[in-house]
């Protein structure tokens, strides 16, 4: 059985921080992970992504220099430093699995198979 558990969402003043993490179990292998972000009214879409055994990082040009993707092994957690937070961050932010495999951009949400319940952000 395995779940993802996000948490770290809050309210923060535009230009403040906030860390998010996802808890992974259940998994046996991991490949791409990811967070997304969905504001009301708008479709979901892909903030930073990593490949988990290379260290491949990935970020949407609107968080480049801002956000940064980590992971714990240990702990089978991903984690989410954001910085120089604005207003167009505000959204819920899902943190994805992809066990397997994928060739192509991990920051679509077409190769995720497990999501998280979201964790919300609001500056």
């Known amino acids: 059985h395995v779940q993802l558990v996000e948490s770290g969402g809050g309210s923060v003043q535009a230009g403040g921080s906030l860390t998010l993490s996802c808890v992974m179990s259940?998994?046996?292998?991991?490949?791409?992970m990811g967070w997304f972000r969905q504001a009301p009214g708008k479709k979901r879409e892909g903030v930073s992504c990593?490949?988990?055994?290379?260290?491949?990082?990935y970020y949407a040009d609107s968080v480049k220099g801002r956000f940064t993707i980590s992971h714990d092994n240990a702990k089978n957690t991903i984690y989410l430093q954001m910085d120089k937070l604005n207003a167009e961050d505000t959204a819920m932010y899902y943190c994805?699995?992809?066990?397997?495999?994928?060739?192509?951009?991990?920051?679509?949400?077409?190769?995720?198979?497990?999501w998280g319940q979201g964790t919300q952000v609001t500056v």
């Open positions: 259940g998994y046996s292998s991991m490949y791409f």
């Open positions: 994805a699995v992809r066990p397997s495999p994928w060739v192509g951009s991990c920051l679509v949400d077409q190769p995720y198979n497990d």
């Open positions: 990593i490949r988990w055994s290379a260290d491949n990082t």
